[in-house]
């Protein structure tokens, strides 16, 4: 099995993904993929870096430039690959053997597991978090991620509005 993970900040795509890899996944991200090319350049994995990059080797090696790369990697073993941010890495993907999934929450309580992560970049307001989710899932421009499109390529949709544990109960589900 293979599948390209997607969907919403704070959806739950990395407790998916850590999930699956319990199960004997494994897993590339496609941010740790950028993340490794400004670590060999000696800078900070930044969110302001990360999505420069991302917009620069789309500009110059097309759309799906990491999801390429990522392909370079996967074997015939069970894959994920997470982070993915446009239609085009989604689509070569899926012409790849993968299936999309995409992991969807209520805007307000992935708002609540951001300031519960407090990660390094995420928005503190939930005015900020907003704007931000509405450049991210329009699709505002090339610079920036697709989540709604991305959604209407998924073969799979989560949603993951509930507990852990009902999470746990519909990821197991991909694997039966």
Do not use: P
């Not at 890899?21 to 740790?32: C, N, P, Q, R």
């Not at 999505?51 to 990522?70: I, S, Y």
């Amino acid at each position: 099995m293979k599948f390209a993970v997607t969907g919403y900040i704070a959806s739950g795509k990395d407790v998916l993904c850590n999930i699956l890899e319990k199960e004997g996944f494994k897993h590339i991200s496609l941010s740790d993929i950028l993340r490794q090319m400004l670590a060999k350049e000696g800078k900070e994995a930044s969110r302001k870096n990360l999505t420069w990059l991302g917009n620069h080797l789309r500009q110059t090696k097309g759309d799906d430039v990491l999801a390429k790369n990522a392909l370079k990697q996967v074997d015939d073993s069970n894959w994920l690959v997470s982070s993915v941010g446009r239609v085009a890495e989604a689509q070569t993907l899926k012409q790849n053997g993968f299936k999309v999934i995409f992991v969807d929450a209520k805007q307000e309580i992935r708002y609540e597991r951001v300031k519960k992560r407090n990660r390094k970049g995420d928005s503190l307001s939930f005015e900020a978090f907003k704007k931000q989710e509405e450049l991210e899932s329009k699709g505002g421009n090339k610079k920036f991620r697709e989540f709604d499109n991305l959604k209407k390529e998924a073969d799979i949709i989560i949603s993951n509005n509930g507990s852990l544990k009902e999470f746990k109960e519909k990821i197991e589900e991909l694997t039966i």
